[in-house]
């Protein structure tokens, strides 16, 4: 879609037709992504699962998710988002319903990966349609507008999820999300406008390129670990952690869940207006990317300590800090061609939900390694050690950007400094004996 292909419509319009309909569907991807955090005492109760096959079976969604990710780029750049959109919501309509019927561990993951291919595309399928009628300079607010929602998702898959297994079982549950997934499909095929033709772009180097170019690898060298165990915790072992180590109950469990959510909404709309404030006086998105990584790394360090009266506080940190890592996405849609933005989000989420697989199941295989008691619970060593190690894995990724930075002013940036600085000197000291001059030339007439 052309840069100014929302030349023509209203901001009413663009909410109502564009952002809306895409961003109920990111809101639904990200409610059943982390929906199983609050239902994991229910799933143990009906299937007998160890920690590896709980990992296993949550993490099955970012499998699939990931592996979809390239071809669904593809078909974004080619066919548009809302064509794409209504075939792969009907596939995600299809996996929650098939969850909902499951009775053993390879059924429900089975649904659970078919569930995440079906909800690959809902992200990128945003950032295509928001990026083709929105101004580039506004596009990191109006993406943290598109996080905040899918936050609001996943908020809502805390205590509204707990309230609402107070009328029907986790079975039901998933039956009305199969079919609020198929009416989102339905609603953004209907209300969408179609995308005007394109250039055919040569789709295999198009994605090729996007791994080549510098800006992307900068981007992802920083941003892809954070983004990767956000996503990865979140999802599911913050819960348990506040419950084994925490001694917390289910229902105050799915409180904080809740707030850590809420956390999410205001983290990622300050994060937009933020990033948007510093580039206006000259600080990068990614400088803006850094600190927060920075933050967020420090926030995993204290979670690795099991400080018990600081965990509430600490599980809302996590998941407000970890809302920087969201700014990948307006950096790379700033840094391709218009006719690229569906691939470059695509290669972003491929990668993204790699990592976040990865960490969910590999946070499982870490807990493990430690016994667990009859009430499945685990000790916090066990929890110090996976997140020491997650702590310890993000840290090249910032080393190595403060070290390029560095590198990048050089002798020459010093140099200019040092300029700046002396005209500046120059400058004051003009402007000081000017006014000086004048005072003594006023001085006697006083």
Same mark, same amino acid.
Request: charged share 10%; glycine share 12%; with cysteine.
């Given at each position: 879609?052309?840069?100014?292909?929302?030349?023509?419509?209203?901001?009413?319009?663009?909410?109502?037709?564009?952002?809306?309909?895409?961003?109920?569907?990111?809101?639904?991807?990200?409610?059943?992504?982390?929906?199983?955090?609050?239902?994991?005492?229910?799933?143990?109760?009906?299937?007998?699962?160890?920690?590896?096959?709980?990992?296993?079976?949550?993490?099955a969604?970012?499998?699939?998710?990931?592996?979809?990710?390239?071809?669904?780029?593809?078909?974004?750049?080619?066919?548009?988002?809302?064509?794409?959109?209504?075939?792969?919501?009907?596939?995600?309509?299809?996996?929650?319903w098939?969850?909902?019927?499951?009775?053993?561990?390879?059924?429900?993951?089975?649904a659970?990966?078919?569930?995440?291919?079906?909800?690959?595309?809902?992200?990128?399928?945003?950032?295509?349609?928001?990026?083709?009628? %929105?101004?580039?300079?506004?596009?990191?607010?109006?993406?943290?507008?598109?996080?905040?929602?899918?936050?609001?998702?996943?908020?809502?898959?805390?205590l509204?999820?707990?309230?609402?297994?107070?009328?029907?079982?986790?079975?039901?549950?998933?039956?009305?999300?199969?079919?609020?997934?198929?009416a989102?499909?339905?609603?953004?095929?209907?209300?969408?406008p179609?995308?005007?033709?394109?250039? %055919?772009?040569?789709?295999?180097?198009?994605?090729?390129?996007?791994?080549?170019?510098?800006?992307?690898?900068?981007?992802?060298?920083?941003?892809?670990?954070p983004?990767?165990?956000?996503?990865?915790?979140?999802?599911?072992?913050?819960?348990?952690?506040?419950?084994?180590?925490?001694?917390?109950?289910?229902?105050?469990?799915?409180?904080?869940?809740?707030l850590?959510?809420?956390?999410?909404?205001?983290?990622?709309?300050?994060?937009g207006?933020?990033?948007?404030?510093?580039g206006?006086?000259?600080?990068?998105?990614?400088?803006?990317?850094?600190?927060?990584v920075?933050?967020?790394?420090?926030?995993?360090?204290?979670?690795?300590?099991?400080?018990?009266?600081?965990?509430?506080?600490?599980?809302?940190?996590?998941?407000?800090?970890?809302?920087?890592?969201?700014?990948?996405y307006?950096i790379?849609?700033?840094?391709?061609?218009?006719?690229m933005?569906?691939?470059?989000?695509?290669?972003?989420?491929?990668?993204?939900?790699?990592?976040?697989?990865?960490?969910?199941?590999?946070?499982?295989?870490?807990?493990?390694?430690?016994?667990?008691?009859?009430?499945?619970?685990?000790?916090?060593?066990?929890?110090?050690?996976?997140?020491?190690?997650?702590?310890?894995?993000?840290?090249?990724?910032?080393?190595?950007?403060?070290?390029?930075?560095?590198?990048?002013?050089?002798?020459?940036?010093?140099?200019?400094?040092?300029?700046?600085?002396?005209?500046?000197?120059?400058?004051?000291?003009?402007?000081?004996s000017?006014?000086?001059?004048?005072?003594g030339?006023?001085?006697?007439?006083?």
């Amino acid at each position: 879609m052309p840069a100014d292909a929302g030349a023509g419509r209203s901001p009413l319009a663009i909410f109502c037709l564009v952002f809306l309909p895409f961003a109920l569907g990111h809101y639904l991807s990200c409610l059943l992504r982390g929906v199983n955090a609050v239902l994991t005492a229910e799933l143990l109760s009906s299937v007998h699962l160890n920690p590896t096959q709980l990992g296993l079976l949550t993490s099955a969604f970012f499998l699939a998710f990931a592996l979809v990710q390239l071809p669904v780029g593809m078909a974004l750049d080619r066919h548009g988002p809302r064509t794409v959109q209504l075939v792969l919501m009907s596939v995600a309509a299809l996996g929650v319903w098939l969850f909902s019927r499951g009775h053993g561990f390879a059924e429900l993951m089975c649904a659970r990966a078919v569930m995440g291919a079906g909800l690959g595309g809902c992200f990128m399928s945003a950032v295509k349609a928001i990026s083709g009628v %929105v101004a580039p300079a506004r596009l990191p607010s109006v993406h943290g507008y598109l996080i905040a929602v899918g936050g609001l998702g996943a908020a809502s898959a805390t205590l509204p999820v707990k309230v609402a297994l107070d009328h029907t079982d986790w079975r039901g549950l998933f039956l009305g999300l199969a079919l609020a997934v198929l009416a989102v499909g339905l609603l953004i095929r209907m209300l969408s406008p179609a995308p005007p033709a394109v250039m %055919v772009v040569k789709q295999k180097a198009g994605i090729l390129d996007v791994y080549r170019d510098a800006a992307f690898r900068r981007t992802i060298a920083l941003l892809l670990l954070p983004h990767s165990v956000f996503f990865g915790v979140q999802g599911l072992w913050i819960g348990r952690w506040l419950s084994d180590v925490g001694g917390m109950t289910d229902d105050a469990v799915a409180y904080l869940l809740y707030l850590g959510m809420a956390a999410v909404i205001f983290g990622a709309i300050a994060m937009g207006m933020l990033t948007e404030w510093a580039g206006r006086r000259g600080v990068t998105p990614m400088q803006v990317a850094a600190w927060g990584v920075l933050l967020f790394v420090l926030v995993q360090c204290a979670m690795a300590m099991n400080v018990r009266p600081g965990l509430p506080l600490l599980s809302v940190l996590f998941t407000l800090l970890g809302t920087v890592a969201g700014l990948e996405y307006a950096i790379v849609a700033q840094s391709v061609p218009p006719g690229m933005t569906g691939r470059a989000a695509t290669c972003l989420n491929l990668l993204i939900f790699t990592g976040a697989f990865l960490v969910q199941a590999g946070f499982g295989l870490v807990l493990g390694c430690w016994p667990g008691n009859a009430a499945h619970q685990y000790p916090p060593q066990a929890y110090q050690a996976a997140f020491g190690l997650l702590a310890l894995l993000q840290l090249p990724g910032l080393v190595l950007f403060f070290i390029g930075r560095h590198r990048r002013a050089g002798p020459s940036g010093k140099m200019m400094a040092c300029t700046a600085a002396m005209i500046n000197s120059k400058e004051e000291y003009e402007t000081r004996s000017l006014w000086s001059s004048r005072q003594g030339k006023t001085g006697p007439d006083r």
